[in-house]
């Protein structure tokens, strides 16, 4: 709950006119679930004069109850005055100047200043870009974010929840809304739907009629995104841990037939719904899986139809030359480095080998080569996932966990410290030292003939093949 008092209405608090204020009393966030290094960012923002909230996400998932993944700070101190107060932040971005300000050697806290609700219309110079440079007050800053959960402000100074679109309603009610007109939002930034999408499923909410409505009459727009940020939003998608309901909300949406289009026949959707729900099930529990893993888990069924469900030790390369040459458009759309695209063909070509290992005299050559090659891991790693999600070829599973398990000790054994290595044995004596200690006279050794400079003969000059220039 959210309410922290039951003998509180929620829909009395509601009736208000924003902004919405609830104090420490009255919600279920504490401050001992933030971090020291946040509220410590915070308080010496106060103390150098400036305003300090967390914002975003953060505030969203412990009011929920939730572990947030970072933290989001918004303050009325502009990036310059925020680097003057800590040592250890950078300013990044172009479009809009952020704060990283950094609490360890690998983590920082965003801090940015709060933004105005400027119409990108209105400006004669630079239109949108110009709109996002553009520094406002929390109430402007409030209506430029995308929807009401994600628009709640914890103040620093007195422990509240500050509301200034209805988000703490739309927390109650189980509800993704869009801030002002979702058509003029999604038709702005089409992404946002793919957020839209990732939110219903991580949280267990459903989309607002008009923003279920404005999806799918904004969905052609994908096409306008930038590839970049399709790919970092795919690969979120991948790692939330509610892959599978993600892209079911997307084909409800009618957007993976514009972002994805190979993905959306039907034919496709039970198989890969099994691979993802095996994904996400995976993820929950802590476990980090490479991109290559998490791609082939998402294009398995497109794989097999290009190479055929049959094939074996004699075919795997050139399976692997189909998909290379098949979907390179693809992986070009998709943004994938080439190194991390042959990854990814290699991890499925080399399925074909693992569910049908072969026989014959060369054949204990042939494994040991492939269980030792560098892609076999990954390999394994989605065969692992194929395996739980069909339930079939786990004897073949079995097998090659047991063939692989001396290349894996191979490769993490440790080198013992130089006190417990045994000493390399002596090579053997020579014969002619054999012949001197029984007191025999050596034969003398054959020096080489001293061999002269060598004679450096000019080379002849070859006229040119249409002759002599004139």
């Not at 339930?391 to 993490?412: D, F, I």
Request: glycine share 8%; proline share 6%; net charge positive.
């Amino acid at each position: 709950m959210i309410l922290a008092c039951p003998m509180i209405s929620a829909l009395s608090i509601f009736r208000k006119k924003y902004p919405i204020i609830l104090p420490d009393d009255k919600h279920a966030m504490s401050r001992g679930s933030i971090e020291p290094e946040v509220l410590e960012i915070m308080a010496r923002l106060r103390r150098g004069g400036y305003k300090a909230y967390l914002v975003g996400g953060c505030v969203r998932d412990l009011l929920l109850g939730k572990k947030p993944k970072d933290f989001d700070i918004a303050t009325d101190a502009r990036p310059r005055q925020v680097k003057q107060l800590f040592r250890r932040c950078f300013l990044i971005g172009r479009r809009f100047r952020l704060a990283h300000v950094y609490i360890s050697r690998d983590r920082f806290v965003e801090v940015a200043t709060f933004r105005a609700a400027v119409d990108p219309d209105e400006l004669k110079d630079g239109g949108r870009y110009a709109a996002n440079n553009v520094f406002g007050s929390i109430e402007e800053d409030a209506q430029r974010r995308d929807f009401t959960i994600n628009s709640l402000y914890f103040n620093s100074a007195d422990s509240s929840v500050v509301d200034y679109t209805g988000g703490l309603r739309d927390l109650e009610k189980r509800l993704l809304r869009s801030i002002g007109d979702p058509a003029r939002r999604f038709a702005d930034d089409p992404v946002r739907i793919i957020r839209a999408a990732r939110f219903c499923a991580q949280l267990g909410f459903k989309p607002s009629a008009r923003d279920l409505k404005a999806a799918r009459m904004c969905s052609h727009r994908i096409k306008e995104a930038n590839d970049q940020r399709l790919r970092e939003e795919l690969l979120k998608i991948l790692r939330c841990g509610a892959s599978e309901g993600t892209m079911r909300n997307l084909i409800h949406f009618g957007l993976m037939a514009e972002w994805l289009p190979e993905l959306a026949p039907g034919r496709y959707h039970d198989a890969l719904f099994a691979r993802l729900t095996v994904v996400d099930r995976r993820r929950m529990k802590g476990e980090e899986l490479p991109v290559s893993v998490l791609v082939t888990a998402l294009l398995y069924d497109l794989f097999v139809e290009a190479t055929g469900a049959t094939g074996g030790r004699q075919s795997f390369q050139e399976s692997y030359i189909i998909l290379k040459e098949r979907f390179g458009e693809l992986a070009q759309r998709m943004r994938l480095p080439r190194m991390e695209w042959d990854n990814i063909c290699n991890t499925a070509a080399r399925q074909m080998v693992l569910m049908q290992p072969g026989g014959g005299k060369n054949w204990k050559r042939f494994e040991k080569k492939f269980s030792g090659n560098i892609y076999f891991p990954h390999a394994i790693l989605f065969f692992e996932i194929l395996v739980e999600a069909t339930g079939r070829h786990a004897e073949q599973l079995a097998y090659w966990k047991k063939v692989s398990q001396p290349a894996e000790a191979r490769s993490s054994a440790v080198r013992p410290p130089a006190s417990d290595r045994r000493e390399r044995p002596e090579k053997a004596a020579r014969p002619e030292a054999k012949a001197e200690d029984a007191g025999g006279t050596p034969k003398p050794k054959k020096r080489r003939r001293p061999r002269g400079p060598r004679k450096r003969h000019p080379q002849q000059q070859q006229p040119p093949a249409g002759g002599v220039p004139a």
